[in-house]
Nanobody
């Protein structure tokens, strides 16, 4: 059974940092794309960043230079380091993993940037 679990969200002051984690289990494909999306109440889910299994990363313009992907040695967990956070980064953050023929979502982790 495939599971995608996010963690690492929380309350942080403007200018602060958080490391969001996305841990997958039950996925065996060597080819995948891990993406982060975020969503605020009443709005559509918006793409934030992605990393391919080849290690190529792409970021939305409003997070470029502030958010960075990395992954652990076993490649079961992907991290999104979010720095210099702004109030407009406040949202629920969701991890999505795409493998050939399938797309999996986690349950989300909440990020609040506020004084």
């Amino acid at each position: 059974q495939v599971q995608v679990v996010e963690s690492g969200g929380g309350l942080v002051q403007p200018g602060g940092s958080l490391r969001l984690s996305c841990t997958a289990s039950g996925i065996s494909s060597s080819f995948y794309v891990v993406s982060w999306y975020r969503q605020t109440p009443g709005m559509q889910r918006v793409w934030v960043a992605q990393m391919t299994s080849a290690g190529k990363t792409t970021y939305a313009d409003d997070v470029k230079g502030r958010f960075t992907f990395s992954k652990n040695i076993t490649q079961t967990t992907v991290y999104l380091q979010a720095t210099n956070l702004r109030p407009e980064d406040t949202a629920d953050y969701y991890c999505n993993i795409k493998v050939p023929g399938y797309s999996y979502w986690g349950q989300g982790t909440q990020v609040t940037v506020s004084q």
